[in-house]
């Protein structure tokens, strides 16, 4: 069963401008990850965040963490074409770190 | 270079005519597991593996087998695939010791049943 769900679905941006994307879940987490995806290939780890943070930051990526309201914003600055991809996140549930469930993803578009 | 590969990337094949799609990865990782990737519902669990010997089910096993014989291998069998297991599959691996499950994944394997 899908336990996150991102929003939006698609997102196009200009480069230089940020770029915000959602994640909302169901259940009490142990963490959560943002991984990327170019076209048809593999995913890509970014950042984790654990159930007890509420912000971490990593390059030009910011991540936050609301576990009251369950969701999870992945924030990325001054956004480039190369940045163009579909983002996911991915929960680990409480009790169960080490099974991860995925979102359906939201496809960002940098335009040049 | 530390990489899970997949092989074939790319395969057609007909109903009922089984094939394997390998997955080997050379970081030590204890947990290897496999998913499908489908338009609009992301990614799906298959199976996964806590180490040598360990199989449990994910979320869509139907019609999947896997094996894992050693650390580094994790084949996925379809003994008799059907045109619902046109998918995009990945395999991914992690080191379970590091606390929280990072997984590396392989670069996937485009499977068509027709």
């Known amino acids: 069963s899908q336990q996150g769900e991102e929003d939006p679905q698609a997102l196009s941006i200009q480069e230089g401008e940020n770029a915000t994307m959602n994640c909302s879940y169901k259940?009490?987490?142990?963490?959560l990850q943002w991984y990327r995806q170019n076209s048809g290939r593999g995913l890509v780890h970014l950042i984790l965040?654990?159930?007890?943070?509420r912000e971490k930051h990593s390059g030009r990526l910011r991540v936050t963490l609301d576990t009251s309201k369950k969701s999870s914003s992945l924030l990325i600055t001054a956004s480039r074409a190369a940045d163009t991809a579909s983002y996911f996140c991915?929960?680990?549930?409480?009790?169960?770190?080490?099974?991860?469930?995925f979102g359906s993803g939201t496809q960002l578009t940098v335009l040049p | 270079e530390a990489q899970v590969t997949q092989n074939p990337r790319y395969l057609i094949t007909v109903t009922g005519k089984k094939l394997t799609v390998t997955c080997s990865q050379n970081?030590?990782?204890?947990?290897m597991s496999w998913y499908r990737q489908d338009p609009g519902l992301g990614l799906r669990q298959i199976y996964y593996?806590?180490?040598?010997?360990?199989?449990d089910k994910g979320d869509v096993p139907e019609g999947y087998k896997v094996s894992r014989k050693e650390k580094r291998n994790f084949p996925l069998i379809l003994e008799s695939p059907s045109p619902n297991q046109t998918s995009l599959y990945f395999c991914?691996?992690?080191?379970?010791?590091?606390?929280?499950?990072?997984?590396?994944f392989g670069a996937g394997s485009r499977l068509t049943v027709l």
């Open positions: 991914a691996s992690s080191l379970l010791s590091s606390g929280a499950n990072v997984l590396t």
């Open positions: 259940t009490s987490i142990n963490n």
């Open positions: 965040i654990r159930s007890n943070e």
């Open positions: 991915a929960t680990a549930l409480s009790g169960s770190a080490r099974q991860l469930t």
């Open positions: 970081m030590n990782h204890e947990y």
């Open positions: 593996s806590m180490n040598v010997e360990v199989t």
